[in-house]
C-alpha cells in the first residue's frame, strides 16, 4: 500500500476496508498493523524525525548544507498482525515470526 500521510492517518480505516475485501496489505505505518493491518515494515518514524533534528540542528550551528552528508535510516521495525492473518487464511512461516518487532496476537 502507498505510504503516505494520508494513509498513516487513516490506518484504523485503511486496515478495517483490507480485512473486509480479504486483501493481505502492508504499508510502512506500524499502526496499521496495529489497528488491524496484516503487516508493517519501515524505518522507526521517531527515530527518522530525531535524525532530521540533528542534522538540522548541524546546518543551524553553521555547517553548509551542501557539505552535510545525507543520512538514511538506522532503525527498520517489522509489526506483524497474526489475528488478521488468521482471518485472510495465511499461514505465517516460524522464520518471519523470528524477525517480527512486534507480533500481534
Request: glycine share 10%.
Amino acid at each position: 500500500m502507498l505510504s503516505s500521510p494520508l494513509v498513516g492517518a487513516n490506518s484504523k480505516l485503511l486496515a478495517g476496508l483490507a480485512l473486509a475485501h480479504r486483501l493481505p496489505a502492508v504499508t510502512l505505518f506500524t499502526d496499521f498493523a496495529r489497528d488491524g493491518g496484516l503487516m508493517a515494515y519501515g524505518p522507526n518514524l521517531l527515530g527518522v524525525f530525531r535524525q532530521g533534528g540533528v542534522l538540522s540542528a548541524k546546518i543551524l550551528q553553521g555547517a553548509k548544507a551542501a557539505e552535510t552528508p545525507i543520512e538514511t535510516p538506522s532503525k527498520f521495525e517489522f509489526v506483524l498482525n497474526l489475528k488478521t492473518a488468521a482471518q485472510l487464511g495465511i499461514t505465517v512461516p516460524a522464520s518471519v515470526l523470528l524477525r517480527g518487532d512486534e507480533v500481534i496476537e
